[in-house]
């Protein structure tokens, strides 16, 4: 029992529920425990000030918690349909506190911290059995991206858990748990879609169309019923670039990223130098790596979910690109991809890169 706790996989784990468990602890004391303070609450959406403090994403989980009636709930959400389809991580929430406000909030940060400690879990072990060391994980692990959500109380943790699941089962041929976890992670946070999509290119491409069907009707399937009823009861779907204030997708690449010279040439140098290692470089390398692979005959769905996230983050929004949280975040599934490529195909060079993700968390210190 005591040699299977210290099996090569396993130590990563342990280390990420201590570490991530003592960043929670240090910021409870920072705040004097006031587990509030992870939610960010803000009386423009809690009280209906116009004026009021804006608060930040976590709050609109914490309401849905609360009241999950799509009619009550909405006058404290920003954009309705946009928040409202991330449902699971507040219906879990809800769940495990019973009810209690209070521990709804205390419930918010534990469910994402643990979805940590799981998707850290699946992401070792895949990497243990391709012949690497499962220390690598961390890379993903201690994401600054997965810790900030952590921190603000947001879904990335518990949905890329479900992906990182769902990728473990679709290396083992099981089709139809990677579907089901695939359908969850949609639940949690739309943005996993991209992950979906990589799997059904990928199905389709090696004419699995049995396996592809079962992905369709257990996760695309659902969801897609639920943007419907999103529409039905908000007059829009939740498929959006973001939150209030949000602007569009670009059609240039890092586009998203070049518009803040337009506001301030100062905040966009110093956004580009911090966010080209993490965002420009590996994107284009990954871009063109993956897309030689696929064009070479390469179909494996992790080089397919790598070429996806490359093509994703050159055309993200300007309103992610300005938000240093924001795009820390939204890294967070590209960071994933990236890693278990580089894991995959051995790349040695890109396997040296991979800490300096990790000088990112000082972000979370500020």
């Known amino acids: 029992m005591y ?76 954009v309705p349909a946009y928040r409202y389809q991330r449902i699971l991580l507040p219906l879990m929430a809800r769940a495990l506190s019973l009810g209690n406000d209070q521990l709804i909030a205390w419930w918010l940060v534990i469910i994402p911290l643990l979805g940590q400690v799981v998707g850290v879990a699946f992401v070792a072990k895949l990497i243990h059995e391709l012949g690497q060391k499962p220390l690598l994980s961390l890379i993903y692990g201690l994401s600054a991206g997965c810790l900030l959500a952590i921190r603000v109380a947001l879904p990335e943790p518990l949905a890329y858990a479900f992906v990182a699941a769902a990728v473990y089962s679709y290396f083992h041929k099981k089709y139809i748990l990677g579907a089901s976890l695939l359908g969850l992670a949609f639940f949690t946070k739309e943005v996993t879609i991209v992950f979906g999509a990589a799997f059904l290119l990928w199905l389709w491409l090696q004419r699995l169309w049995k396996e592809s069907s079962v992905l369709l009707g257990m996760g695309f399937l659902p969801f897609g019923l639920w943007q419907l009823w999103l529409w039905q009861t908000f007059g829009v779907m939740g498929i959006a670039s973001g939150g209030a204030n949000a602007t569009g997708f670009e059609w240039i690449p890092f586009m998203g990223l070049f518009r803040i010279a337009s506001y301030s040439l100062v905040y966009f140098l110093a956004m580009l130098i911090v966010f080209a290692p993490l965002v420009v470089v590996p994107s284009l390398w990954g871009a063109w790596n993956s897309y030689r692979e696929i064009r070479e005959g390469s179909t494996d769905f992790i080089t397919i979910a790598l ?55 000082v972000f979370l210190f500020r």
């Open 307 to 361: 070429l996806l996230h490359a093509l994703m983050m050159f055309f993200l929004p300007f309103s992610t690109y300005r938000e240093t949280g924001g795009i820390l975040r939204l890294s967070v599934g590209f960071v994933l991809a990236f890693l278990l490529y580089v894991v995959k195909e051995n790349k040695s060079r890109a396997k040296r890169y991979l800490p300096f993700w990790l000088v990112y968390n």
């Open 3 to 78: 040699k299977k706790a210290l099996d090569p996989w396993i130590i990563p784990v342990w280390i990420t529920l201590i570490l991530c468990s003592c960043f929670v602890m240090f910021t409870l004391i920072k705040v004097d425990g006031d587990i509030f303070q992870f939610i960010f609450i803000g009386t423009r959406f809690s009280e209906g000030d116009p004026q009021g403090s804006e608060g930040y994403d976590g709050q609109f989980g914490y309401y849905i918690a609360v009241d999950p009636n799509p009619q009550r709930v909405k006058h404290h959400l920003d």
